[in-house]
Nanobody, 119 residues
Framework: QVQLVESGGGLVQPGGSLRLSCAAS????????IGWFRQAPGKEREGVSC????????YYTDDVKGRFTISRDNAKNTVYLQMNSLKPEDTAVYYC????????????WGQGTQVTVSS
C-alpha cells in the first residue's frame, strides 16, 4: 500500500525552527519528485518546495527562499523540510506529495502535519 506520512509539525515561536519529515512506505521515494505544500485556514493550498528525482534539483517559493531547505535521504525513504526563521505567516497544514517531476501533477499525498508559529 502506497503511503506518505508527514511528521515534525508543532507549535514554535517566531524565529524558531522545525524539521518536517515525509516518510514513504509501499514504494521507493527516490524515483519520484517530492513536493511540500501548505494550506492556511481560509487560503488556497500553495506549493512551498520541491526536490527532483533525477538530479536532486530543488525549488522554493519566494516566501521561503533562504529560510527553508528541502532534502532527501533515499536510504531512509524520507524527504525533509528544514524550516528556519519561521514567521506567523508560515502557519499552515503542511503536506508532502509525489510526482514524476516537480512541474507535473502530484499523485500521492500525505495526511498533513500542522505547523503553528505563534508567540
Amino acid at each position: 500500500q502506497v503511503q506518505l506520512v508527514e511528521s515534525g509539525g508543532g507549535l514554535v515561536q517566531p524565529g524558531g525552527s522545525l524539521r518536517l519529515s515525509c516518510a514513504a512506505s509501499g514504494f521507493t521515494l527516490d524515483y519520484y519528485a517530492i513536493g511540500w505544500f501548505r494550506q492556511a485556514p481560509g487560503k488556497e493550498r500553495e506549493g512551498v518546495s520541491c526536490i527532483s528525482s533525477s538530479d536532486g534539483s530543488t525549488y522554493y517559493t519566494d516566501d521561503v527562499k533562504g529560510r527553508f531547505t528541502i532534502s532527501r535521504d533515499n536510504a531512509k525513504n524520507t524527504v525533509y523540510l528544514q524550516m528556519n526563521s519561521l514567521k506567523p505567516e508560515d502557519t499552515a497544514v503542511y503536506y508532502c506529495a509525489t510526482s514524476q517531476s516537480c512541474l507535473r501533477k502530484y499523485t500521492y499525498w500525505g495526511q498533513g502535519t500542522q505547523v503553528t508559529v505563534s508567540s
